[in-house]
Structures are given as C-alpha cells and as structure tokens.
C-alpha cells in the first residue's frame, strides 16, 4: 500500500531565506508526483508536476525534484517571501484496481515565512 | 483550462439530516472525477472517484455515497449525516495528468 510522508511537520523561517520541504514514498511505482499549495480554508493550488521520467520542474521560485528509486522528492523555495506562507502538499499518482488513477497525498508542512 | 465549482462553501447541518454537495466542471470533457476529505489537522482522504457517467468507485465503507449524472457533475450525498462527517470535502478533477481542485465545501455536522 501506498504511504506519503512529508518532512517536516511545520516550518517557520525569515523572509529571504532558501529551504527545502521533503516527501517520501513508499512504493517507486508512480506516474508522477505533484506539489500543491492549500491556504486556509481554500482548495489546492498544483504547484509542480513532475512525470516519473522526468527528475525535476521548475517554475519561478520553485523546483521540484524526484528520485523514483529512493522514494524521494524536495520542493526547493528560492528567497521566500511572506506570500509563501501555506501548507504545501505532494501527492503520488498510483493505478487503482480498476485500472484508473488515484492521487495518494502527504499529510503536508506548514510554512510560516516570517517578515 | 478548467474551473470546478462546488457550492455549497459552506454548510451546518444537524445530525441524521440529509446532504448533498455538488461539483460541476467547465473546460473539459469526461475528465476523472475524485471527492476527497480532509478533517482537522489530518491529510486527504480519497472518498470516491468516477471515470464517467454512472461510475462510481469507492475508496472507504462509510456513510456518503456518490453520483455522476452528467459528464461534468459530480455529487456526494448522505440520507443521514454523523458528527464524524464534518470536515472540508474536496472535489478534484484529472483531464490529462495533472490534477485540479475546486474550493472546497466546509460542513459542520451539530
């Protein structure tokens, strides 16, 4: 069965600073893997799509990488800024039994940029 | 690019009432349909799925069941809510690869 887990918890830094959040997975065999951004109380933003050919994304400030064969991916936030403070998400695309596609989520990291 | 609306944003409801939260999608065609909950301070639960009209797949035994009457409707319902149905219900879309979310609907269950 499949799990996502994301490292860590929450995170609180200074405005400017470079950081990475962490996911892990258990199973290699994914379609891809995806970031997201939830503010409070509002729906997912996709951040990232990375296919599982593929070994990272860019977009402005963020780049996203995937290691299949370790289970791993990073979400790298260049300068964060206050506007970055949010929850961000990765989920897993996986096969289902019926031969469609679900998305596995992480339970998230909570980031806090201080000004 | 696609839009999914829900509506309710928002909802209280007693315990033993009815539900019915529905999502509708614009800019696309037989997409990939997914409800999911997310509970306080807990991450994504996949409740049901659709790959098109009148096909519902379950994830979890529980007390919400799902339809698809059109190709871009998707609605969660419940004859009888339970306190342990509150939460924010998410409906996602899946027209090619990448996965789109609406804004969510909060329900509160007294």
């Known amino acids: 069965k499949q799990e996502v887990t994301q490292i860590p918890a929450a995170l609180s830094v200074p405005e400017g600073e470079n950081l990475v959040l962490n996911c892990s997975f258990t199973?290699?065999?994914?379609?891809?893997l995806q970031w997201f951004r939830q503010d409070p109380g509002k729906g997912l933003t996709s951040l990232l799509l990375?296919?599982?050919?593929?070994r990272e994304q860019t977009s402005g400030r963020l780049n996203a990488s995937l290691d299949k064969s370790s289970g791993r991916s990073t979400l790298y936030i260049a300068a964060s800024q206050p506007g970055d403070s949010a929850t961000y998400l990765c989920?897993?695309?996986?096969?289902?039994?019926?031969?469609?596609?679900?998305?596995?989520f992480g339970t998230g990291t909570r980031l806090k940029v201080l000004a | 690019s696609q839009t999914i609306h829900q509506w309710p944003a928002t909802l209280v409801q007693p315990v033993g009432s009815p539900l019915s939260l529905e999502c509708t999608v614009e800019g696309t065609s037989n997409p990939n349909l997914y409800w999911y909950r997310q509970a306080a301070g807990r991450g994504l639960q996949l409740l049901f799925y659709s790959v098109g009209i009148g096909q519902i797949s379950s994830e979890v035994p529980q007390n919400l069941s799902a339809s698809r009457p059109q190709d871009r409707q998707f609605i969660l319902s419940s004859k009888k809510l339970l306190l342990s149905d509150s939460g924010f219900y998410l409906c996602?879309?899946?027209?090619?690869?990448?996965?789109?979310f609406g804004e969510g609907s909060r329900l509160t269950v007294l």
């Open positions: 996602a879309c899946l027209p090619g690869w990448e996965l789109f």
């Open positions: 199973d290699s065999a994914i379609y891809n």
């Open positions: 990375i296919q599982s050919s593929q």
């Open positions: 989920a897993v695309r996986a096969s289902t039994t019926s031969g469609t596609y679900k998305y596995i």
